[in-house]
């Protein structure tokens, strides 16, 4: 089995090209299923598709397969709030699940992620930042988070931020914006103290 310290899991290839164009590809199979990884040096990627099934599925290859240290989720999210502008990158302190309030503490960062089942459209987008106190969404950090968890690994999330408003993420736009920034990305690992992902259910004492 091929070890690599860091692992990180996207929904598409187009949303970490910059990051990825001079990484080796290997493609294999897990448990049935194809999926395409890139590597460089102690670092793995691997694109799981859109959603949550796809992101779980991901998750668990990329674990079995590489045996990493730290969990990342990488790619786009949609701005919910006015001060994160295009392009910018978040580091979410909490990736909140939207279908159950279930939250997983990353031990880094600042801010609140949620994961919400599909993508949200300007309503949807008000109510998560009311519900959540979010500034930001996507669909598929809470299963990774819940992935790395289950095999008591830690877990983070770097995600770049479309605009706030839209039906839903501007690829093109962010991509074009934001392509300088994820060619740069970085993925430290999380503090030592955050040894593995901690979640908190609704009713457990956090703060919304």
């Given at each position: 089995m091929v070890m690599r310290k860091v692992a990180m899991v996207a929904a598409l290839e187009r949303e970490v090209k910059p990051l990825i164009r001079t990484w080796r590809r290997t493609?294999?199979?897990y448990q049935g299923c194809?999926?395409?990884?890139?590597?460089?040096?102690?670092?793995?990627l691997v694109c799981g598709g859109i959603g949550e099934q796809p992101a779980r599925r991901a998750t668990e290859a990329v674990i079995a397969l590489f045996s990493p240290e730290v969990i990342y989720s990488v790619g786009?999210?949609?701005a919910l709030n006015a001060t994160l502008k295009m392009g910018d990158i978040l580091l979410p302190r909490q990736v909140i699940d939207a279908r159950d309030g279930s939250r997983v503490d990353t031990g880094e960062g600042q801010g609140a992620l949620v994961s919400f089942p599909s993508i949200a459209d300007p309503r949807q987008k008000s109510e998560l930042?009311?519900?959540?106190?979010?500034?930001?969404?996507?669909?598929?950090?809470?299963?990774?988070?819940?992935?790395a968890q289950a095999r008591g690994l830690r877990f983070a999330a770097v995600q770049l931020c479309a605009v706030r408003g839209r039906?839903?993420?501007?690829?093109?736009?962010?991509?074009?914006?934001?392509?300088?920034?994820?060619?740069r990305l970085e993925c430290p690992l999380p503090p030592a103290g955050n040894s593995r992902a901690r979640s908190q259910r609704p009713g457990d004492g956090e703060q919304r």
């Amino acid at each position: 089995m091929v070890m690599r310290k860091v692992a990180m899991v996207a929904a598409l290839e187009r949303e970490v090209k910059p990051l990825i164009r001079t990484w080796r590809r290997t493609d294999r199979e897990y448990q049935g299923c194809h999926f395409r990884f890139f590597e460089n040096d102690s670092t793995v990627l691997v694109c799981g598709g859109i959603g949550e099934q796809p992101a779980r599925r991901a998750t668990e290859a990329v674990i079995a397969l590489f045996s990493p240290e730290v969990i990342y989720s990488v790619g786009f999210a949609g701005a919910l709030n006015a001060t994160l502008k295009m392009g910018d990158i978040l580091l979410p302190r909490q990736v909140i699940d939207a279908r159950d309030g279930s939250r997983v503490d990353t031990g880094e960062g600042q801010g609140a992620l949620v994961s919400f089942p599909s993508i949200a459209d300007p309503r949807q987008k008000s109510e998560l930042a009311r519900a959540y106190s979010a500034q930001a969404v996507d669909m598929e950090a809470a299963a990774v988070a819940r992935g790395a968890q289950a095999r008591g690994l830690r877990f983070a999330a770097v995600q770049l931020c479309a605009v706030r408003g839209r039906a839903s993420l501007d690829v093109e736009a962010c991509g074009g914006t934001g392509a300088k920034q994820c060619a740069r990305l970085e993925c430290p690992l999380p503090p030592a103290g955050n040894s593995r992902a901690r979640s908190q259910r609704p009713g457990d004492g956090e703060q919304r």
